[in-house]
């Protein structure tokens, strides 16, 4: 709970850009040094580094917290797959036991195995994936099982410089920008940055930004947003399964009702924001990033829906399913009532990563450079 309450803390502090973090200069001095000698090491081959047999694609950030990577990833994936490119994808699995890596990502994989951010990506694109904190050993142990694949997409591992990579894309959070633009931990970023000038840099504009309004700016500029969907019952088929006749059919949350909104990812206060655009009215739970909740935290948010992010519903539904085999026994039968009442109150808001023309045309570059031809199919839908 400490480390929670220091990480939420520092988090809050570079919102405000309060005073106190400039005292800490001496730390982002010192881990500013050690980053460039560990880059320059690398440049230099006194460190040694690993080239895949097949190209690789790193999709990064420089700040600490989201960015929007995995839907971005997941809008790449659909569309490389789409146009015929055999498209494997590798992660650190954050939030996964390491024991067990490097392993496979499967659709019945757990985030208690292989991190919430895996689960998501399989999960809506079933694409080739393997987790490793050592990405060698994730990239090795995904062409093993697909030896046909033509290009790795390694989610994170910008600064991962053991691995070498062919195209790199940096996403910027354009609502957020840099803070105070100080290195950690006076501010959020793991990188200077000057690091940006050697990366094709995706700005991630909110919803409703100035710049997309602008026709002429939307298709020159690499950009994105996140475009959400209508709210889903997290556990709809789970409920129809059981046939509970005692709870009414829930309805989704409708423009001006209140929610609750939980959130453990890197920048809650998007999710929160654009649940606002919906027109709900927000009662704002954040959490840590990659956090591991427990049904019962979510128990206490009793008065009105739950709304969570992708993310964390991987999350939560699998913790409900284990809670179900769990509740066979004549005891827990008694609580089944409030679990049912618990898992009808919970609704997840997808999004979807929405890139401007640019930004598939600067991959079709990178692409054709690297001797990948994706199949010719019509740009317009992506535009």
């Known amino acids: ?11 809050k502090a570079w919102q405000r850009e309060a005073l106190w973090l400039w005292l800490l200069l001496p730390l982002s001095a010192l881990y500013g040094l050690l980053t460039a000698i560990r880059r320059r090491a690398y440049q230099l081959e006194w460190l040694k580094s690993y080239r895949a047999p097949v190209p690789v694609m790193v999709i990064g950030n420089i700040s600490v917290g989201g960015s929007g990577k995995t839907p971005l990833i997941i809008s790449l994936v659909h569309y490389l797959q789409q146009r015929g490119v055999k ?13 067990q890596m490097p392993t496979l990502v499967t659709k019945d994989s757990l985030p208690s195995a292989v991190g919430d951010e895996p689960c998501l990506i399989v999960g809506t694109t079933g694409v080739a994936m393997a987790v490793c904190p050592n990405r060698k050993q994730a990239i090795t142990t995904l062409l093993e099982a697909h030896g046909d694949i033509q290009l790795i997409i390694a989610d994170d591992g910008l600064q991962h410089y053991a691995m ?16 105070n ?31 997309l309004s602008d026709s002429q700016l939307a ?11 209508s709210l889903e019952q997290l556990l709809a088929h789970e409920l129809s399964q059981i046939g509970t006749d005692s709870i ?20 809650p206060q998007r999710f929160f924001d654009t649940l606002r655009t919906l027109g709900l009215q927000v009662i704002e739970h954040p959490y840590p990033d990659h956090y591991d909740f427990s049904l019962t935290e979510l128990w206490q948010y009793t008065e009105h829906p739950i709304v969570v992010t992708s993310k964390d519903a991987v999350k939560i539904k699998a913790l409900w399913l284990q809670q179900q085999q769990h509740a066979a026994s004549s005891e827990a039968a008694k609580i089944d009532q409030d679990w ?22 600067t991959l079709e570059q990178q692409l054709k450079a690297l001797g990948i031809n994706t199949a010719s199919i019509d740009t317009a839908a992506y535009d």
């Open 340 to 361: 049912h009442a618990l898992a009808a109150r919970l609704w997840v808001l997808p999004v979807s990563a929405e890139l401007s023309a640019a930004c598939y045309q």
């Open 87 to 99: 498209v494997g994808v590798i992660s650190r699995g954050y939030g996964g036991d390491t024991a």
């Open 248 to 267: 009414s059919q829930p309805v989704a949350p409708e423009a001006g009702s209140t929610v609750h909104g939980v959130s453990g990812i890197g920048y």
């Open 219 to 229: 298709t020159d500029k690499l950009t994105m947003h996140l475009q959400p969907s």
């Open 164 to 179: 070498q990579r062919d195209i790199e894309w940096i996403v910027v959070d354009a609502a957020r920008g840099f803070g």
């Open 181 to 211: 633009r100080q290195l950690l931990p006076v501010g959020y970023l793991r990188e200077p940055l000057s690091r940006l000038k050697d990366s094709t840099v995706i700005y991630h504009q909110k919803l409703d930004g100035l710049i």
């Open 1 to 11: 709970v400490s480390a929670m309450k220091l990480e939420t803390l520092i988090t």
